[in-house]
């Protein structure tokens, strides 16, 4: 068999796996959003509602029905794509899961891919200068990141960019008011505006951008710098680098070639698992920021028990999930030396 | 190219807004005479009032696009700033009515020269199918009508296009009034009826995103979870045309990126600020803050009595005695608000809300604790809505303290809102809590109905006395100048102040903060932005 064919077939079979989880996770999620206290019928059927009408609105929401019944009523629907309404926002869970994941996803992944350019080098740096002024500064930078809360980096940020020296935009969300948005192609405004060839949205919509981003950034900046100075002080200090070393390779060789692509791979996985937990910490914030993000959505849902939002924000998290644990894997085989070799 | 470019082209064309299918949008930063940006906290989750779930946020919708028969006037209140007017009723569709003798018969001439957003005349046949659609489609909309004593289509009926009739079962104050909440808005039914299908007859699904009104305003785009924007309709005829061509609302939750807007004078208008925010901001130069008090609203500590102790009146009096008003006023309302204790010992006016007979006294309290057997206290949680936790935790924490002083100890219990409509509301098993209810139809027999009949939503400590219940079913529909009203209103307070089972603690206010650009704010009973009166200075 053709190599090739043989990793997706190992692709597809991963995916084939991730089946029996993702259905796991449907059943556990259906049964706890209605352990959940609160009943969305008295809820939604509004602030004058008598017993009566909240017996209707437990009708149109499909609550009467026993639990059983509305399970299979939901796998139907989810089988043909339909994630129900969330009546929270009034939107076809879908359609709000559409717009707002790439909102949250642009987010999350410009944060990363910031914190990443600065916390890798920074790391590298302070692995192989340890408890030189360069390692304080990493030490400073990965202890204040973690230790401020990201409401309060974003409110900080806020108040002195924007509230005193006026630099950047007005918080209100993605784009501000005088722009439209680009024509919706991929949902993330940077790249639809690239698209479109429309230069002043792009520099609007990274306006806008930049404070979250910041915020965000700083937050995930410690663990990958932290992961990476460890994994490199671990590697510099291993045989095969000392080996290195001995058969007279430069220096430089031996940092980037020998040790660094050894140290990327605990990198990596952090990565992944920053991403994850990132994706559910900017809650906080696309609050300060405005930011019509997936996060907020979910918390809003979750309060005041609709289900369907819950389910669909719930399913399409593990869906993420299960692909980016299998990017990951894929990203292993490229950088792992010994992966790449038996290839 | 951008917004600014196409739209000057498109000016010089001389199209008009209406007909682009973009609009020019200019930066917050330079709201200007003509666009208006209002912040709220609050997500707007559907344009139609009617749907089962549509929230409270949506109603400006039903304000701002749609007209009703009739409107309610403004007056000035002391401190300046301008309100609706309860008692004077005014014509938005109906250019005149007529109301029997008997006061069943209500017909109302419906102005021949309104149109709907499309061009059409407004027609009888449109109200009567608005109308029957309120009653009909259940949940909110028909609870508030039959309010109004509006509960069948078949009291509905177009004589001709122009004229309309309710008929009522008796005579009752409240339908004039309850025509004139959010709720029976007129809709262009031929449009509606276009999009109806067999499963959905009231075209819910499509007026959930198409508003089809004759309103001063349309819906020019909306990003749901993000904005909604306004555009003047310029031949509307309900009333004066609005002062700004286009009014942007924006959706910002955070209340301290809402602060920092308004103070920096990004937006136009932060609507339904905090107290402590309100106190703040009226110092600011370049920000004006009109703070009104709620009418028909107290923020209060009920007593649920299914609670063994709270059974005896004296327990409940002897928690009203032992109340820090005063402190709760500054530290949790911050001023803003109208006190409601310290008054006199008997009832001599029939307005509402009004003080209350208690006060902080510690002494007379011990003594009826003593008096009912409860010498010794007893303990009981005290619970709040998560949701007004600005102003109730600060409230809660020093009632807390004035009942550790009687030795009843309380504990204090947080609920998230979902939750708080099932426990407090429906369920009413909450021993002690804080509640806010506010009526919209302005008179005090309407709030004692809500509050003080068993089983009644917003009696939430299952209060029941029959000359309660009595007073009142004879008085809600009652006409205010009937010689029994006066009389009867005044024994009902006494019975409240009396019985106690909701202590009144203070009349709190809405508080909207504006840029000193913008004139004309209006205080509303449904508590939304009505943006027609707006304008720019």
């Known amino acids: 068999m053709p190599p090739m064919l043989d990793k997706l077939r190992k692709v597809a079979f991963r995916l084939l796996q991730?089946?029996?989880?993702?259905?796991?996770?449907?059943?556990?999620?259906?049964?706890?959003?209605?352990?959940?206290?609160?009943?969305p019928a008295a809820y939604f059927a509004g602030p004058m509602a008598d017993a009566e009408s909240i017996e209707e609105v437990r009708k149109t929401l499909g609550l009467d029905k026993p639990l059983l019944v509305q399970f299979i009523t939901y796998v139907g629907d989810l089988a043909q794509g339909d994630l129900g309404m969330a009546v929270s926002t009034g939107q076809p869970v879908i359609s709000e899961l559409a717009s707002r994941l790439p909102a949250s996803l642009e987010l999350t992944l410009g944060a990363l891919v910031l914190s990443f350019m600065i916390a890798v080098p920074l790391g590298v740096l302070a692995a192989t200068r340890p408890n030189t002024w360069v390692d304080h500064i990493c030490r400073f930078l990965v202890t204040a990141g973690v230790s401020l809360p990201t409401f309060f980096t974003g409110l900080a940020l806020m108040y002195v960019f924007y509230y005193l020296l006026g630099w950047a935009p007005a918080p209100m969300g993605r784009l501000d008011m005088m722009y439209l948005p680009p024509e919706s192609v991929t949902g993330f405004l940077t790249i639809d505006a690239i698209i479109a060839g429309e230069w002043e949205i792009l520099g609007a919509a990274l306006a806008q951008l930049a404070l979250p981003l910041i915020t965000l950034a700083l937050f995930t900046l410690a663990p990958i710098a932290r992961m990476t100075r460890a994994a490199m002080l671990q590697t510099l200090g291993s045989d095969f680098v000392r080996t290195a070393r001995a058969a007279g390779l430069s220096g430089h060789r031996v940092l980037i070639t020998c040790a660094f692509r050894n140290a990327l791979l605990p990198v990596v996985t952090t990565l992944g698992m920053v991403f994850s937990f990132v994706l559910g910490a900017n809650v906080l914030v696309e609050k300060v920021f405005a930011w019509p993000g997936i996060g907020s959505f979910a918390v809003e849902a979750l309060v005041v028990s609709d289900y369907a939002a819950v389910q669909g924000f719930v399913l399409s998290m593990a869906l993420l999930f299960v692909a980016l644990n299998l990017l990951i894997d894929v990203i292993y085989t490229l950088i792992d030396p010994r992966v790449g070799e038996e290839v | 190219m951008n917004r600014r470019d196409f739209l000057k082209g498109a000016t010089s064309?001389?199209?008009?807004?209406?007909?682009?299918?973009?609009?020019?949008?200019?930066?917050?930063?330079?709201?200007?005479?003509?666009?208006?940006?209002?912040?709220?906290?609050?997500?707007?989750?559907?344009?139609?009032?009617?749907?089962?779930?549509?929230?409270?946020?949506?109603?400006?919708?039903?304000?701002?696009?749609?007209?009703?028969?009739?409107?309610?006037?403004?007056?000035?209140?002391?401190?300046?700033?301008?309100?609706?007017?309860?008692?004077?009723?005014?014509?938005e569709l109906a250019e005149s009515w007529e109301i029997s003798d008997d006061g069943t018969v209500m017909t109302f001439n419906i102005d021949k020269n309104a149109t709907f957003w499309d061009g059409k005349p407004v027609t009888a046949h449109d109200v009567k199918w608005s109308l029957d659609r309120a009653v009909s489609l259940g949940g909110f909309p028909t609870v508030q009508m039959k309010?109004?004593?509006?509960?069948?289509?078949?009291?509905?009926?177009?004589?001709?296009?122009?004229?309309?009739?309710?008929?009522?079962?008796?005579?009752?104050?409240?339908?004039?009034?309850?025509?004139?909440?959010?709720?029976?808005?007129?809709?262009?039914?031929?449009?509606?009826?276009?999009?109806?299908?067999?499963?959905?007859?009231?075209?819910?699904?499509?007026?959930h995103r198409n508003p089809a009104g004759s309103g001063a305003y349309k819906v020019a785009r909306w990003d749901a979870g993000q904005q909604l924007v306004y555009e003047r309709n310029d031949n509307w005829v309900g009333g004066e045309i609005p002062g700004y061509q286009r009014v942007i609302i924006?959706?910002?939750?955070?209340?301290?990126?809402?602060?920092?807007?308004?103070?920096?004078?990004?937006?136009?208008?932060?609507?339904?600020?905090?107290?402590?925010?309100?106190?703040?901001?009226?110092?600011?130069?370049?920000?004006?803050?009109?703070?009104?008090?709620?009418?028909?609203?107290?923020?209060?500590l009920c007593t649920n009595l299914e609670f063994e102790p709270f059974k005896d009146k004296r327990v409940r009096q002897a928690v009203a005695w032992s109340i820090p008003y005063q402190k709760i006023f500054e530290q949790a309302a911050y001023e803003q608000g109208v006190p409601m204790w310290g008054g006199t010992d008997t009832v001599d006016k029939i307005a509402w809300p009004q003080k209350s007979p208690y006060d902080l006294n510690i002494e007379k309290a011990r003594a009826l604790m003593a008096e009912a057997g409860y010498k010794d206290g007893f303990e009981v949680p005290l619970s709040f809505n998560l949701s007004h936790a600005d102003w109730a935790e600060p409230a809660a924490l020093l009632i807390q303290q004035g009942l550790a002083d009687i030795r009843i100890k309380a504990t204090i219990q947080k609920i998230p809102g979902a939750n708080w409509r099932t426990v407090a509301l429906v369920e009413k098993k909450l021993p002690l809590h804080l509640e806010n209810f506010g009526g919209w139809l302005n008179t005090p027999d309407y709030y004692f109905y809500w509050a003080y009949i068993k089983g009644n939503l917003f009696n939430s400590y299952n209060y029941d006395n029959p000359e309660m219940a009595q007073l009142i079913d004879d008085t809600l529909d009652m006409a205010m100048d009937h010689p029994d009203y006066a009389a009867n209103v005044k024994r009902m307070i006494e019975l409240a102040f009396e019985d106690i089972p909701r202590i009144p603690l203070w009349q709190p206010t809405l508080n909207v903060a504006f840029k000193d650009s913008v004139e004309g704010y209006e205080y509303w009973f449904h508590r939304q932005m009505d943006i027609r009166v707006l304008e720019p200075a």
């Open chain 2, 250 to 300: 924006r959706e910002v939750p955070a209340q301290s990126t809402r602060r920092a807007l308004i103070e920096r004078g990004s937006v136009s208008a932060s609507h339904n600020i905090p107290n402590k925010d309100a106190k703040e901001l009226a110092a600011k130069p370049g920000v004006k803050v009109v703070s009104t008090p709620i009418e028909n609203c107290i923020h209060s």
């Open chain 2, 13 to 91: 064309l001389s199209v008009g807004a209406s007909v682009l299918p973009l609009f020019k949008i200019l930066p917050a930063s330079a709201a200007s005479q003509e666009t208006a940006v209002v912040v709220i906290g609050g997500t707007i989750n559907s344009l139609d009032i009617h749907r089962s779930g549509t929230n409270r946020s949506s109603y400006q919708v039903a304000i701002n696009c749609y007209d009703r028969l009739v409107s309610f006037g403004t007056k000035k209140m002391p401190d300046g700033s301008l309100s609706y007017d309860y008692n004077n009723v005014q014509p």
């Open chain 1, 18 to 39: 991730a089946v029996p989880t993702v259905f796991g996770i449907l059943v556990v999620c259906f049964l706890l959003t209605r352990a959940l206290p609160g009943d």
């Open chain 2, 147 to 207: 309010a109004g004593r509006l509960s069948s289509p078949e009291q509905f009926e177009a004589l001709d296009d122009h004229t309309f009739r309710i008929t009522l079962p008796f005579p009752s104050k409240l339908a004039l009034p309850d025509l004139a909440t959010p709720i029976p808005i007129i809709i262009n039914s031929q449009a509606a009826k276009a999009k109806a299908t067999d499963d959905d007859p009231w075209a819910t699904e499509y007026l």
